[in-house]
């Protein structure tokens, strides 16, 4: 009982970091504003003096397209000109496939828990 | 040698499920869940119905631009969604189509291996037969509403469909002209023939959900809900199908405005709008849920109807060959029965009822026990304290007979 | 580990016993019947006594209590996999009775350690006889 619980914590906790990270990841390729639009922060920062401003800069650029990782998460940002997936809508059913392929995992990993957390029977202590 | 054939397909059932029991362990293992699996798929099926027929409009002019418009792409969009503005459209829409239209695969595929599952157990015949028609009818209603759905987006394959449905029925001798009239509504098809088709789809989903009453009817404490991973398997499934095939309409402009379409997707995507009087040639559609389209295709008309009438009498006659001794039905001996409902409770076949005793009786229940549903498992023998019911070929006391001398007999 | 009373004669002592153990094996879950002898006891192990019935649901708490009474070391249920009885329920009902979450319940003074619980398929012979194996090690201390 115990293994199970600790087993099916860590699958729970994992499968609610993969999903907030695909959930989020995924929203923040669709906006379309908050990639070509003024940034959420704008009221704030707008109040910052410019040396403020290039600090916070380092750690969390002014427009989402600007985050190191945006590239690898969302085919948007390369080539010439930023494409929002409002010009090739094909794009925007990946959402739909990696939440079932989100499901299909964590499906995997409810039988991988029951499956290493099986009565094993052996003969002799 | 009809026994012998199906203890042989036993054999070969258990063996494969053996190899998934070893993976998954018995609790998580999918195949044990056959008949939850289609109810569960049901659940999302009824779930997007409701939510597309908010927009679907019946007519002929106006059902394919309201299912366009249920799944417009792109799926979010920018501006506000109008009804008014035709190039706009629901948001997510084309996701609930897909849920939707994979759904009905899914479930029209997960009836078939339970119904193969159930014959393959010889889990259907004697006792069992009530379930098992059901079962048959309940197919045929989930085909029967699988193919009106495809009728309703009304697109060129729509049209083909319906036009060989209507010679189809139209075949059948002396009432077929007139059936064929009330499945179109009329003797041509107007918009009468959406609104038909519109009834026998929303109509026939709720008469599902009656029948899959009576098919439970007889069964206690039915198994409705798969396990938490065979939930999460089926319907992460259908996402990966709605995510990997867009379910929407693919005309020739939207294949010019967006080369990565492959003119595959149209295979199982809807196509442009019907044209009343032109039939396409090349019909595409799923021939594991159209298989009565495909009989047609191939065999004609009457090769058709020969092969699914034949089928279903066959289907229908399962049940009651080879027939079984049906010589140890449980009996209630009345002297000792009070009433206490632990028979009744455990019956797994509602075999077992509890009526009143004539008054005066020392106690005020007694169980009887109906014949033609006892399957002769003893299960209530072990519920019960008192030795009160018996299956007459071998009694308790046989039984405890048997383990004083088992005892006796020493190593 | 009781200590024997020296003046009491040896053959008095528990160990020269043998151990026996009786099984109620459903006959739709394990090839029972190919895996007995004439006098009802496996194969692989004379000292299993079986009692064979149509389905493990049959099994009354107060049969296995009887056994144990009667002289058993132990005694167990073998029924269908779970999610594959035969009848639907009959290995649920007697896994219930003997958790004592249905009625009739295996009594509470009935000691659990001596009663063993196994539920498997047609095909599943070997990993029945270790199961079986591992239930009488931990079952019968000698």
């Known amino acids: 009982m115990k293994a199970r619980d600790t087993f099916g914590t860590i699958f729970l906790v994992v499968g609610i970091v993969l999903f907030y990270f695909i959930g989020s990841t995924s929203i923040a390729s669709e906006l379309d504003d908050i990639l070509h639009g003024p940034p959420l922060t704008e009221p704030v920062r707008s109040k910052l003096s410019p040396e403020t401003n290039q600090m916070i800069d380092k750690v969390l650029p002014k427009k989402v397209s600007e985050l190191p990782y945006i590239d690898q998460i969302s085919r948007m940002t390369t080539g010439e000109a930023p494409k929002s997936t409002n010009d090739d809508p094909f794009q925007q059913f990946n959402i739909v496939r990696w939440m079932g392929w989100a499901l299909i995992i964590a499906a995997l990993a409810d039988i991988g828990t029951a499956y290493l957390t099986r009565v094993k029977y052996s003969a002799g202590e | 040698m009809y026994r012998k054939f199906l203890s042989l397909l036993k054999n070969i059932t258990v063996s494969f499920e053996k190899m998934i029991n070893f993976l998954t362990t018995q609790e998580h293992n999918p195949l044990y869940f056959h008949g939850a699996i289609p109810l569960y798929i049901f659940w999302f099926l009824i779930f997007s119905g409701i939510l597309l027929w908010m927009y679907y409009i019946p007519t002929l002019e106006r059902a394919w631009s309201s299912v366009n418009y249920i799944s417009a792409l792109p799926i979010i969009q920018k501006g506000t969604v109008s009804l008014a503005d035709p190039a706009s459209g629901i948001p997510y829409g084309s996701i609930i189509r897909g849920i939707h239209r994979y759904g009905a695969a899914g479930m029209m595929i997960a009836t078939i291996l339970h119904m193969l599952r159930v014959y393959f157990t010889d889990r259907h015949r004697s006792w069992r037969w009530f379930p098992w028609i ?146 396409v040639s090349n019909v595409r559609y799923d021939v594991w849920y159209m298989f009565p389209y495909y009989l047609i295709e191939k065999l004609g008309i009457t090769g058709a109807w020969w092969v699914l009438g034949v089928s279903t009498i066959l289907l229908i006659v399962a049940p009651f060959y080879p027939k079984d001794r049906r010589d140890n039905i449980a009996e209630v001996i009345e002297a000792k029965c009070t009433g206490c409902t632990f028979c009744s409770l455990d019956c797994p076949f509602e075999a077992i009822t509890m009526q009143d005793r004539a008054p005066g009786s020392k106690f005020k229940l007694i169980a009887v026990v109906q014949e033609a549903r006892c399957s002769e498992c003893g299960i209530c023998v072990g519920a019960c304290p008192f030795q009160a019911i018996e299956l007459p070929n071998m009694d308790s006391k046989a039984i405890d007979g048997d383990v004083l001398a088992l005892l006796k007999q020493g190593v | 580990m009781p200590t024997l009373n020296p003046e009491v004669p040896p053959t008095a002592s528990t160990e020269s016993k043998p151990k026996v153990v009786v099984g109620f094996v459903c006959e739709r879950s394990i090839p029972i019947q190919e895996m007995i002898d004439q006098q009802k006891a496996l194969h692989d192990d004379p000292s299993v006594k079986i009692v064979i019935l149509p389905c493990s649901g049959m099994v009354k708490p107060s049969q296995m209590e009887l056994a144990l009474a009667q002289g058993a070391d132990a005694t167990f249920v073998c029924g269908c996999a779970m999610g594959d009885c035969h009848y639907r329920t009959g290995n649920i009902m007697i896994k219930e009775r003997i958790e004592g979450e249905r009625n009739p319940k295996l009594r509470k003074s009935t000691d659990r350690t001596k009663v063993g619980m196994f539920f498997f398929t047609m095909k599943d012979k070997r990993p029945f006889l270790e199961a079986l194996a591992k239930f009488k090690s931990l079952a019968i201390k000698s």
Do not use: C
């Not at chain 2, 029967?144 to 010679?167: C, E, H, K, M």
């Not at chain 2, 069964?219 to 992460?236: A, D, E, H, M, Q």
């Not at chain 2, 379910?247 to 442009?272: G, H, M, V, W």
């Open chain 2, 134 to 279: 059901t079962g048959v009818a309940l197919l045929v209603l989930v085909l029967f509403v699988g193919i009106t759905g495809y009728l309703l987006v009304w697109d060129n394959r729509a049209y083909a469909l319906t036009v060989w449905t209507q010679s189809f029925i139209a075949a059948i001798p002396l009432i077929g002209a007139s059936l064929s009239n009330f499945f179109i509504a009329g003797d041509v098809i107007t918009d009468y023939t959406l609104i038909r088709f519109f009834f026998f789809h929303v109509g026939g989903a709720a008469l599902i959900f009656v029948l899959m009453w009576t098919h439970f009817i007889r069964l206690k404490y039915p198994v409705v809900t798969p396990s938490r991973s065979t939930n999460f398997l089926v319907l992460g499934f259908i996402l990966v199908a709605a995510g990997a095939i867009p379910a929407i309409n693919i005309t020739q402009e939207l294949i010019a405005k967006y080369p990565s379409l492959s003119d595959q997707a149209a295979y199982i995507a809807s196509d442009a709008p019907a044209n009343i009087g032109s039939l």
